[in-house]
T-cell receptor
Framework: AQSVSQHNHHVILSEAASLELGCNYS??????LFWYVQYPGQHLQLLLK??????LVKGIKGFEAEFIKSKFSFNLRKPSVQWSDTAEYFC???????????FGTGTRLLVSP | EPEVTQTPSHQVTQMGQEVILRCVPI?????FYWYRQILGQKVEFLVS????????KSEIFDDQFSVERPDGSNFTLKIRSTKLEDSAMYFC?????????????FGPGTRLTVL
């Protein structure tokens, strides 16, 4: 069965600090990987995705993620966070041949000005 | 920019009542999904729907749940006899397909409270 682990449940940073949110998945086959963000009061929005090719993917708002197949990881990074990045971040996996997305538990990020 | 819409935003119902949650997917999308998130827990997949039939479902999606695409625009989730544990945020999603996998676009959710 597929599963996704996000190790940080709550992260508090000051503006301009660097961010790295961990995501590990368990599935032996081909996967598509996603980070979704949910700003307060808003719906889930796609931040970035990995389907194939360059394992370093760039998303919106300066976010990037690196797929490391050997580690089953897809960590999210941003070199300098802003107050407006305060949100909940979800890592999700879609295994080839399946329709569903399997989500991690989410990480609540609070950026203090 | 096209988006997935859901109605109502909040639904309060008594245990044992039937509820229908409505979704309007993005117009050229072909795959439709329902997920739910119980407060404090993960977003969980319920069901996917393609070509007027269920293509995948989870163990959660038992006989009390059903989905329907009654016309060319709406996609509904029906819970026949609600239980307290059905209280959750229900998200609809849709996906375009062009031969490969694309991302799912999510609606704002319907918060269902069962009393």
């Amino acid at each position: 069965a597929q599963s996704v682990s996000q190790h940080n449940h709550h992260v508090i940073l000051s503006e301009a600090a660097s961010l790295e949110l961990g995501c590990n998945y368990s599935y032996g086959g081909t996967v598509n990987l996603f980070w979704y963000v949910q700003y307060p009061g808003q719906h889930l929005q796609l931040l970035l995705k990995y389907f194939s090719g360059d394992p370093l993917v760039k998303g919106i708002k300066g976010f990037e993620a690196e797929f490391i197949k050997s580690k089953f990881s897809f960590n999210l990074r941003k070199p300098s966070v802003q107050w407006s990045d305060t949100a909940e971040y979800f890592c999700a996996v879609n295994a080839a041949g399946f329709q569903k997305l399997v989500f991690g538990t989410g990480t609540r990020l609070l950026v203090s000005p | 920019e096209p988006e997935v819409t859901q109605t109502p935003s909040h639904q309060v119902t008594q245990m044992g009542q039937e509820v229908i949650l409505r979704c309007v997917p993005i117009s050229n999308h072909l795959y439709f999904y329902w997920y739910r998130q119980i407060l404090g827990q993960k977003v969980e997949f319920l069901v996917s729907f393609y070509n007027n039939e269920i293509s995948e479902k989870s163990e959660i999606f038992d006989d009390q749940f059903s989905v329907e695409r009654p016309d060319g625009s709406n996609f509904t989730l029906k819970i026949r006899s609600t239980k307290l544990e059905d209280s959750a945020m229900y998200f609809c999603a849709s996906r375009e397909t062009q031969g490969g996998y694309n991302e799912q676009f999510f609606g704002p959710g319907t918060r269902l409270t069962v009393l």
